[in-house]
């Protein structure tokens, strides 16, 4: 129970990360490029909860919110519905357009399901093999560190962007 009750509290650093950073955030601030070659929050944030959605979803055995909420309809991306961000272009980075809230919405469902499907975890899940592609294969307690990790990156770099942003009149 202690292991779920810190995976959820780190969990929820990645969620006030993201809200604060999507706060009166408008669509010049959330497209804002500090580089042609830069990721821009809109992409962040949509990456960092495709991939949560995406890997969770799978260790779940449900289906993505992606799709199943309606998410891929309202954000209207011109990609695959599979698409996570993985391996995109800049061109593809420069077409994620989305207002705030769809943002934030879209992030609030996938963390609302993985805060409430946490506490349903007993100790012994957490050695679980979810993936034998890898060497050594992938628990579930590292699946939950590795997303972990890449979502709190992307929320710190969406940080860092949006005061830049704001630092150049955005």
Known sequence: MLLSYLIAESY??????????LTDAGAELLTYRPSPEANSIAWLIWHLTRVQDDHLSEIMHEEQLWVSGGWADRFALPFDRAATGYGQT????GQVRADASVLVGYFDAVHARTIAWLPTLAEADYSRIVDTGWTPPVTLAVRLVSVLSDDLQHAGQAAYVRGLAERAGH
Request: no cysteine.
């Open 90 to 93: 800049t061109e593809d980075v």
């Open 12 to 21: 929820d650093r990645i969620r006030g990360t993201v809200h604060a950073v």
